[in-house]
């Protein structure tokens, strides 16, 4: 559920018009909910409850200070994959105990900035890293919490590019030698081993790879614990999807998802963690874009819009599907018609529909796709000049724009000119 609905013919954003943003902002855009992020916390931290918990949001997903502030003043942390990140969940008023460090190839120069700052635990992917993460810890005369990521070798039954479970990925260590890491951690004066993490990917739409995966946790907890190890907190990563369509087959529900980490792991007396970022953020987040042509082909019509795959690439990148919506709503019994909906870059792939059905359209309307509010603005790039489009926030009836739009003067000067030209 989300908090994007029509009212009397007209899509809103809770109780702010999608066109009066348009309207003061320019198109295309990105707007979010304040109340479908925070509802959709909430379902996980409720799905939780019970056991000790923290809700560490992905912010990969979408990292606007703005959209952090809101989750961390509801109380989540946040799991960060970059010093870039990490500094921005500091920014945003986030307390190092309450940021996990994930992804397989952080610098010493990260590592030490997190140290520094302060950092809830390291989630270690390799052996390399354990040791310049012990060696950065004893530089400064620390102690680095840590986990290890274990690969499960568990099919998540996702898209390929977003996978990370099976043997063949980069991540983690292969669970079958765990065992020898743990020990390897456990001597390294500048680590404190407390936990195990494991994350298997994402857009994930059935229950059963979680299951797979979290009872080799659970198997494994109690192996380390037996080898001597003090395993307290399990990081069990994010990865639920969310559904792209309104068809019936709907992804499990947090709740669900809940009941499976208390069945799978509740006896262990474990700190929960887990790292949601998509089901948080996704359906909390629109597009909105203006038609600027409407071409009629050989053997079809084409939507040409102003946005473009710079500023939604998941078409492109992962064959994702979108719902697109006019954002007038059609009159009832109005017939709709095939269009391919593309953007002005000069890509084939800069295609975001084919044969998409939808009420009859003009140069000028706006259409919004929806479930774009994760991977969206943070993975757009400014590919043919076109300046990174503005995020905008609702809260109720009011709205703002928490980050412009560039100017063409601001791409170009930061360009900087060698002295021989
Ligand atoms: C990407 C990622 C997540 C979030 O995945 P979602 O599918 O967005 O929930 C969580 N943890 C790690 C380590 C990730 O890389």
């Known amino acids: 559920m989300d908090h994007f609905l029509y009212r009397d013919g007209a899509l809103y954003a809770e109780d702010v018009p999608i ?42 997903a979408a990292s606007n200070q703005a959209i952090l502030k809101t989750l961390a003043q509801a109380g989540a942390g946040m799991d960060v994959v970059s010093g870039g990140e990490y500094q921005r969940a500091k920014a945003a008023g986030v307390p190092g105990e309450k940021i996990v460090f994930s992804g397989v190839g952080k610098t010493a120069d990260e590592i030490r900035a997190a140290l520094t700052g302060g950092i809830r635990q390291f989630n270690v992917e390799s052996e390399p890293e354990m040791e310049v993460i012990n060696a950065v810890a004893l530089e400064l005369g620390m102690v680095a919490p840590i986990t290890v990521r274990v690969n499960p070798d568990v099919d998540a039954k996702t898209h390929a590019k977003i996978a990370t479970g099976k043997s063949e990925n980069k991540f983690g260590i292969p669970i079958s030698r765990a065992s020898e890491v743990y020990a390897r951690a456990a001597s390294l004066p500048g680590l404190e081993v407390i936990g195990i993490d494991v994350h298997i990917g994402s857009q994930l739409t059935e229950l059963e790879p979680f299951e797979l995966a979290y009872t080799k946790v659970a198997e494994l907890t109690e192996q380390l614990r037996a080898e001597g190890h003090n395993i307290r907190r399990l990081d069990l990563g994010g990865g639920l999807g969310i559904p792209y369509t309104r068809s019936n087959d709907a992804p499990p529900l947090p709740v669900e998802y809940g009941a499976l980490i208390k069945k799978t792991l509740g006896h262990l007396g474990c700190e929960i963690e887990i790292e949601p970022g998509r089901l948080i953020a996704g359906n909390a987040g629109l597009m909105v874009s203006r038609v600027i042509y409407v071409k009629s082909g050989e053997d079809r019509d084409f939507l040409i819009l102003d946005g473009a795959m710079n500023d939604l690439i998941r078409p492109a990148m992962y064959e994702a599907y979108h719902d697109i919506v006019a954002v007038q709503e059609p009159k009832a019994g109005v017939e709709q018609q095939p269009y391919d909906i593309v953007g002005p870059v000069c890509e084939s792939g800069d295609t975001f529909a084919k044969g998409r059905n939808m009420p009859p359209l003009e140069p000028g309307d706006l259409i919004a796709f929806r479930s774009a509010g994760a991977y969206g603005a943070v993975m757009a790039s400014e590919y043919n000049s076109r300046p990174l489009i503005p995020e905008v926030l609702v809260h109720e009836d009011q709205f ?6 560039p100017s063409f003067d601001e791409i170009i000067n930061r360009d900087t000119i060698p002295t021989w030209l």
Do not use: N, Q, W
């Open 19 to 60: 066109s009066e943003i348009a309207a003061a902002v320019g198109t295309p855009f990105y707007v979010y909910s304040t109340a479908t992020l925070l509802r959709h916390f909430k379902l996980f931290d409720d799905a939780l409850d019970g056991m000790d918990h923290l809700v560490c949001y992905a912010m990969k």
């Open 400 to 405: 703002a724009v928490i980050r412009e739009r």
